[in-house]
Every structure is written in C-alpha cells, then in structure tokens.
C-alpha cells in the first residue's frame, strides 16, 4: 500500500489551492475527491473575489497576498482560468439612506464609490434605472472557478501528485489519524487534511469530533447565453443579508441544534445577484438556507420563482430568461474566518471559507509551507485561524 505524507480530502477550491501548493514542497500528496465533475460549491461558484473588501490587518494582509497569487497562477498553470477585473455594481436597496450605506463600507481596503443612477447604467445598461435611486461601485475580481480547479488539477498531476475519485468513507486510527477508507480502498498518510467546504463537519463526525463549522444550502440558477443580452457588471443589491443569516444561525442559543439534522437554524434569506460567465451564460441567485441536514431537500419551484422576483426589479430583462435551478453547501463559522490548523494528531481541517476566493491562495500557500515545517501553530497569520478559537462546536 503506498503511502502519503499528505491526504487532502475535497477536490473543489480550497482542497486544489492546498494540493497543489503542497505538491510543490515537494511532498507525496493524495488529493481525493467524491465527484469527477465538481458538484459543490466551487462548481456553483459566483467566481468574485472582495480583494477590496477586507476589514481587519489580518483580512488586509491575505487579501492582498491572494490577489497578487492569482496573477501569479495565472502564469505558472497550463490553463487559462479567465482572471480579470469587473464592475460591481450594488444598487441600494429602497428605504436605505445611501450615505449610511457608504458609511458601513467607510473601513473597507478600497471603499466603494457612491454613484448616481446614470452613472450605474451607463456600468451596466440593463439596469432598470427606476428601481433605486444610488448604488455603491468598485471593481471586483473575478475568475472561473471550474477551470481553475482543473488547471490546478492538471499542474497538481504534473508534479507528481495523485488524484483519486472516491468519496471517504472513514478514518483510520484513534486517538492519532493515519489514513482514510473510501469503499473500495484504503489510504495511509502521515496527515489527513479536511478540505470538503460544507461537508467537512459531517466527514470530522466520523472521528467523534464535533468541530464549530456550518453551512447554508445556497440556491442559484445558470442561464444559458442570452443571443441578444449581453451583462456587463456583477450586480448585487445591497445591503447582503448572508453574513447576518450566518451568524444569527450560530448563536451560543443555537449551536445544539446543529448536532442533528431536522432543524432550521435561522429563516431563509434572499440576496439578489446576478453574475456575468460570457459564453457560459449568466448565474443569478440566492436564496440561503440553514438547514442542519447537508442532504435536506429544498423546494426548487418556489426557490426559484423568488429569486426571479427579486431579480425582475433590477434586470427585467433577465428575470424571465430560462434558466437551471441548482443547490450546494457552503461552509461559515461564526467569526467568518476559516478553521486552519489540527484538529488531533494526523487530521487537520482547511474549510469554513464563507467568501473562499478572497482569501485561499493566501491561506493554502501559507499553510502548505508551515505544514511541512511544522510551524503552523507559531505562524501570527495562521495562530488566529485554529480551531481551537472556539472550544467545541
């Protein structure tokens, strides 16, 4: 049986970014993923990064680092992930006074500009300029997630490093972890990472542990490419509801309920956007849910019929267009910063990226270096990140 020093498990985002640059130490890396084309939330990936967005010196600093990576992948990959720079354009939504608005973003690394109507349509002319009176811009970054994750894949590959489509069944080995199983294999390797986004807190239950991570179901839909529309900006309506839902559903109050499916941590919420992938279509959402069951059914038609309602204000033109409804996890925790670090001897967790893209390559980059040193915990960007910040979850 060959063995690892290295198991990553999840082969969306955060599990390619961390393969590869482990890979690169250089190490004998398994990257296992469940699916052979992505299902998650890198497939349905609106592909933004916030690099202006970022708050705190901590979310500053891997914010930058993770926008000057992406040129950097951009030439070492073999493939062409289409990097680039877009409008966001974020129309206020009604009731809310703009300059409160503005001074909410006031803190930001690049604090977005208060824009008139004109000036928003002229950004973006399929704007119904009746449907707000301000917006908030800046330019937002931008990338194809699939073709990312496949040309991380293929470089991972080259290097020297084996890909495995299996879903993980188990770990092996109690207190310390030296392998997984997958149902018809089993996988030995000095360090086993979590990387499964959304599913990362039911793969760790395997071990008896509870970890604080947790997930919404994210609801979107994919429009094929309109023949005679063409959308220019990102557009989002602000304020987001997500980040309040997030942490109203991971309440001291609340935390027990995510110990077994069947609940409903928090009400659903709408966040209105609609996102340009040029001759891939558009992608349009989302409605989020806190169920606790990662596997709960949602009822597609009425999902549906409420985002296009709350699309139709802003892009009409949009709003009708046919369209494919689909589902995935994403993971969050109750501090938006990710869980990086050990969770017990041979298993370490790289998930919880509520907004991933703004901050993985930083992180993965990091955490691949400091993994293979052993230094993870000595590391002043990594320390804050550990899991143990929260106790059990």
Not at 144 to 168: E, M, N, S, T
Not at 232 to 260: Q, T, Y
Not at 333 to 360: E, H, M, Y
């Amino acid at each position: 049986m060959k063995s690892y020093d290295w198991i990553v498990v999840g082969g969306g985002i955060t599990g390619s970014l961390l393969a590869y640059h482990l890979v690169r130490q250089p190490s004998r890396v398994l990257w296992l993923e469940k699916d052979v084309s992505l299902r998650g939330a890198s497939r349905y990936s609106y592909g933004g990064f916030s690099y202006w967005a970022a708050k705190t010196p901590l979310q500053q600093t891997l914010a930058q680092r993770s926008f000057d990576r992406y040129f950097e992948l951009q030439d070492e990959l073999p493939e062409n992930f289409r990097l680039r720079l877009l409008d966001l354009v974020m129309p206020i939504l009604p009731g809310w006074d703009p300059q409160q608005v503005l001074a909410m973003h006031a803190d930001m690394r690049i604090p977005p500009q208060l824009i008139d109507v004109p000036s928003a349509c002229q950004l973006e002319p399929l704007l119904n300029p009746t449907a707000f009176d301000a917006a908030l811009t800046v330019q937002h970054g931008h990338l194809h997630p699939g073709r990312l994750v496949k040309a991380l894949q293929a470089a991972f590959q080259a290097l020297g490093g084996d890909v495995i489509i299996q879903p993980v069944t188990g770990f092996l080995g109690q207190p310390s972890i030296s392998g997984v199983t997958t149902p018809t294999h089993t996988y030995s390797g000095s360090q086993v990472i979590v990387c499964a986004g959304g599913w990362s807190r039911q793969l760790v239950n395997q071990t008896g542990l509870s970890i604080p991570l947790y997930f919404t179901h994210a609801e979107s839909i994919e429009i094929p490419p309109p023949p005679d529309l063409h959308l220019r900006a990102l557009v989002n309506p602000i304020p987001l509801k997500r980040f309040d839902l997030e942490a109203e559903s991971c309440r001291p109050e609340k935390i027990g309920l995510w110990a077994a499916a069947g609940h409903e941590a928090a009400p659903p919420i709408l966040d209105v956007g609609a996102v340009p992938f040029g001759e891939e279509g558009i992608r349009i959402g989302q409605v989020s849910r806190t169920l606790t069951d990662p596997e709960a059914r949602v009822d597609p038609v009425s999902s549906e019929a409420a985002m296009r309602q709350g699309l139709r204000p802003y892009l009409p033109s949009l709003a009708d267009l046919p369209g494919q409804w689909y589902e995935c996890l994403v993971a969050f925790t109750a501090d938006q910063l990710p869980l990086v670090g050990s969770l017990q001897p041979g298993l370490s967790i790289f998930s919880g990226f509520s907004n991933p893209l703004a901050t993985v390559p930083a992180l993965a980059e990091r955490f691949a270096t400091h993994l293979t040193a052993g230094t993870v915990d000595r590391d002043p960007l990594l320390a804050p990140l550990s899991p143990s910040r929260f106790g059990k979850g």
